[in-house]
């Protein structure tokens, strides 16, 4: 029994590891493409591309870095963007660059002279033909 749950748990991981290999070859396809096109450059970029990330010695690095990549994408990357505006004075020891806007209306009072420059006269209707 304990031997078909560790056949079973090693079989799983091996199809996981198929799956990925699969998203990563779409993910090379769909990157070549965008950047190449679609001629013969590109099927010899996407075979070079496909044998070095998939079938090479090397292949558990640039797995595991898709994994890390896909993580990103799918929201890690936005919660540690949250924690640099939430918390600025941890990241690289600055003021944050997102004020209150009180320079920004400063800046607005000092380059305009008056309402007219602000808001601009309303044109009427065009004079009827």
Do not use: C, N
Not at 42 to 50: C, P
Not at 86 to 106: I, R, T, Y
Request: hydrophobic fraction near 55%; charge should be neutral.
């Amino acid at each position: 029994m304990i031997d078909f749950v560790a056949f079973s748990l090693f079989e799983f991981g091996s199809d996981m590891i198929f799956v990925l290999k699969i998203f990563m070859l779409l993910a090379i396809i769909s990157f070549v493409w965008q950047h190449l096109g679609k001629g013969a450059i590109s099927v010899v970029v996407i075979a070079g591309l496909a044998y070095l990330m998939l079938m090479s010695p090397f292949s558990w690095f640039f797995e595991s870095t898709y994994v890390l990549m896909t993580l990103l994408m799918f929201g890690i990357g936005g919660v540690l963007i949250d924690f640099v505006f939430a918390f600025p004075g941890l990241g690289a020891g600055m003021e944050s660059q997102v004020g209150s806007g009180k320079d920004l209306a400063e800046r607005g009072q000092k380059f305009s002279s008056g309402r007219e420059r602000m808001h601009p006269p309303k044109m009427g209707l065009p004079p009827p033909v």
